[in-house]
């Protein structure tokens, strides 16, 4: 298995739901990442998990949250968005040393 | 400071031509350059991943170069056709497992 799996491809959310957007990999990656992409813009990084544990976490906001259940599960909790967070919603994966990078297809997230 | 840095910032070339698309680095100490395809809403899929001691790499029409010396690499597209169409980013990573993203390059195939 050489991919990233995420789920859902799409989601429409109110700004008082409550939502989770969900990525494995099954190569035995230790690092896992989460992306936000604006439309004609590269991936802004927003967390990166290594070795199941919180290693980066670039300012976001706390409205969104990321839990590492186990080295092949990802997740980001979604409560009391804001339009401006609708975007694309990428995961990744990555081997260490920079290699083995794969990105997942993403979920794409618009907030009524 | 770790830059990537992609040209053009579009492009529009017709269909079964050929086109090349830049990228320079300032990432040190560098491990690899990775060119992605990104086809609108949908995840970046890897095209080429180059080492330092690597200056080709081909994956069907698409040709990697890299220049490690002077720090450029470009991504070549041979008999473009209307599936072409899409972003296409330059990755750079160094050796602490950080990448660096370019801004990418549209490109778009017309008939």
């Known amino acids: 298995d050489t991919e990233v799996t995420q789920t859902p491809k799409h989601l429409v959310m109110g700004m008082t739901n409550k939502k989770s957007l969900k990525c494995e990999q099954h190569?035995?990656?230790?690092?896992m990442y989460w992306y936000k992409q604006k439309a004609k813009k590269p991936p802004e990084l927003m967390f990166v998990?290594?070795?199941?544990?919180?290693?980066i976490n670039e300012s976001v906001p706390s409205r969104f949250s990321p839990e590492c259940p186990n080295s092949s599960l990802l997740n980001l909790h979604l409560h009391a968005l804001q339009p401006e967070d609708s975007a694309l919603y990428l995961c990744?994966?990555?081997?260490?040393?920079?290699?083995?990078?794969?990105f997942g297809s993403g979920t794409r997230l618009t907030v009524v | 400071k770790n830059q990537v840095e992609q040209s053009p910032q579009s492009l529009i070339i017709l269909e079964g031509k050929n086109c090349t698309l830049q990228c320079n680095y300032t990432v040190s100490p560098f491990s690899n350059l990775r060119w992605y395809k990104q086809d609108t809403g949908r995840g970046p899929v890897s095209l080429t991943i180059m080492t330092f001691s690597e200056n080709t790499k081909s994956n069907g029409r698409y040709t990697a170069t890299l220049d490690a010396d002077t720090k450029q690499s470009s991504l070549h597209i041979t008999a473009s056709q209307l599936s072409d169409s899409a972003s296409y980013i330059c990755v750079v990573s160094d050796t602490g497992n950080q990448f660096y993203f370019g801004t990418g390059t549209s490109l778009t195939v017309i008939p």
């Open positions: 190569m035995g990656h230790r690092a």
């Open positions: 990744a994966s990555s081997q260490g040393g920079g290699f083995g990078y794969t």
């Open positions: 998990y290594s070795y199941e544990k919180l290693s």
